[in-house]
C-alpha cells in the first residue's frame, strides 16, 4: 500500500520534527498510535449502535461486542469463541482495537478491510448464525433505524452494504493512543522504567520487530508460524494458505499487533498461550532461535505491558426498540 | 415495608407542595421516578465493572449484562434466557431497571432484594454454570480488583458479600427518570398528546392501577395471574408458591415495573406476549373481564410508550486483565 507508507513516512517525519526538541525517540521501528481522523461522526454513532446490536444474530443474544468486547481489550479472553448454539470456533478472535491498521483483516487475511470483515460473522453459521438478508430485514421493521440510516447515507436505501460501512466507521475509532510507551517515543523520558525501556531493547536487538513493527506493532505483513522450530500448539489451519490457494502460504498467519497485547490473552491463533511470558518463550524459540533467560523474559513482558493505550471511552449505546413488525430472534 | 412507605407518603407530600402551583398532578396513583440518592460511588463503579465481567460466569462468556442488557431496557428482549452451554431459561429475564424499587426480587420474590438476587445467576447452573467459591477465587487472582475492593470496603475481605453488595449497588443507580410521562406529572402539560392522557385515562379508569401504581407503574405486590379467564400461555410455573409453599400462592407473580415497558418485550413471565398489544389484550382480558376496543387498546399502548425513560448513560466499563495466575474460563 505505497499511498499508505508515504502518509506514514510523512507524519513520522513531522512527528519528528516537532518533538525532536523535546528528546522524542524520533528514529523507532515502532511508531506512536495516531487519534482516528475524517471520521464521519453520524456513521460512528449508528456504527456503534450495531457493533452492540445482537440483533443482528439468529438467536438475538451475540453482538460484535460478544466476542470483541470493548471492555475486555475488544477480544473474548478464550482460547476460541462462542457462537450460536454455543458453537466452539475453530479460531482465536482477534482484537478490534486498532484493527483499522491492519493490512486486511483476520489471521488469513481473507477480508480487504473492516468493511468486509464485518459481514462475515453476521452471516456465519458458527458465529452470529444468521443472514444478510434476515438482517437488513431486521432493521428496516425498526423506524428510529430506518431513519438513523437515511440521515447517516441520504438514501432510503438500508442494505447491508451500509450495515457494514457504518460498523467499519465506528471500529476506526477503536484505536488505542496515549500508552506510555507511546509518551517514551514522544519525547516522556520517565514515561518508562529502567526495566521496560531494557526489555525494549531485547525486543529490538533479538529480532522480534523484524515483524512487530510499525504503528500496531504487526499487522502489517503475514509470517509462517514456526521458522526455527514447530509451533507447539494446533497445526490445522490453513492460515494464509486459504486465500491464495498456494502451498507455500500454508501456516502463514497475519502478524498480531501487540498494542494492548496486556489485555488480549490468550494468545496465538488458537489460543494456547495463556501467559504473555509462555507466548514470549515460545516466539523466542520458535520464531527466532532464542533462548530467553527469565530475567530477559521478564523485561520483554515488562516493556510489552506499556503497549496498553487509552482504552475506548464512550457512553453505551441504547438501541432502538424493535417494531412489532420486527421478526423475533430464533434463539433456541 | 412500613419504613418505605412512609418515605414515599412523604416524598409524594414534598413533591405536591412543591410543584402544586405549576400544575403538577398530585394525586395521581402513579409517581414519578426519583433519582437515586445515598450511593456510595466507589462501590457503584466497581459494580458496574462486575455486572460486566463474563468472568463471573464459567464460560467466560455471560455477564449480568448479557441477561440484562443495559442497551436494550435492561432486558434481553428473548421470551427465555440463554445460559451456560446455551442453556434454555425456564423464565422471562425481567429488567434490572428500577428494580430497586421491587418489594422483591425474581418473578416468583425469592429473593429480598437486590443483594441476594445478584449471587442467583453466578452460581445457577444453567445461567451463568460458576460457583461463589471460584467466582471470588477468580476476583481474588486480579490484582486491580483486590485494590479496588480495598479501596471500597477498606477490608482485606474479599468474599461474594463484598461482590453481590457492589452489584447492587450499581444495580441502585438504573433508575430512569424523567419519563414523558413523570414530566407530565410533573406540571409539564403538553409532555403528553390527548391520545395519550386519554390511554392513562382508559389505565386508571379500567383498573390497571390496581396493580400496577406506585414509582415503578408495578413491582410492589404478588398477584394472581388469570383472575376472570385462564393465562394463555405456559401453565407450568410454580409462581409465588415456589417460595410460600402455599397452593393458594400458585401462578402468583410479582406484578412486573411497566417503566419502559416498550422497550421490554417480550412480555409476561413466559415472553408470550411479543407486543405491547397482545399485552394489553391480554391483560384486559383475564385480569379485568374487559374487552378494550382497537382505539381503546392503541390509547393505552400509547400511554404505556410515555414511561420510557432516561436509560442509564454511563461510560463502558474497562475490565482489569486476568493475571497469570487467574484460573482460565471454561467455555467448552
Known sequence: ?????????????????????????????????????????????????????????????????????????????????IGDHWHQGPINAPTVLNSSLNLAQFWDGRAADLQAQAGGPIANPGEMGFSHTLAVDMLRSIPAYVREFKQVFGSDKLAIDQVTAAIAEFEKTLVTPNSRFDQWLLGKQDALSGEEVAGYKLFKDSGCVGCHNGEAVGGNSFQKLGVVAPFPGDKQAAGRAAVTGKDADRFNFKVPTLRNVELTYPYF???????????????????????????????????????????????????????DKTPRPKPF
Open 1 to 81: 500500500m505505497p499511498i499508505r507508507k508515504t502518509v506514514a513516512a510523512i507524519t513520522l517525519l513531522c512527528a519528528g520534527l516537532a518533538v525532536s526538541s523535546a528528546g522524542a525517540q524520533t528514529s523507532e521501528p515502532i511508531t506512536p498510535v495516531r487519534p482516528p481522523q475524517k471520521l464521519n461522526v453520524g456513521m460512528v454513532e449508528l456504527g456503534k449502535k450495531l457493533y452492540f446490536d445482537p440483533r443482528l444474530s439468529k438467536s438475538g443474544f451475540i453482538s460484535c461486542n460478544s466476542c470483541h468486547n470493548l471492555s475486555m481489550g475488544g477480544t473474548d479472553n478464550l482460547p476460541t469463541s
Open 269 to 323: 491463533h488458537d489460543g494456547s498461550a495463556n501467559t504473555l511470558s509462555e507466548a514470549v518463550e515460545t516466539m523466542g524459540r520458535i520464531q527466532l532461535g532464542k533462548k530467553f533467560t527469565g530475567s530477559e523474559n521478564a523485561q520483554i513482558v515488562a516493556f510489552l505491558k506499556t503497549l496498553t493505550g487509552d482504552q475506548p471511552a464512550f457512553t453505551v449505546p441504547t438501541l432502538p426498540p424493535s417494531s
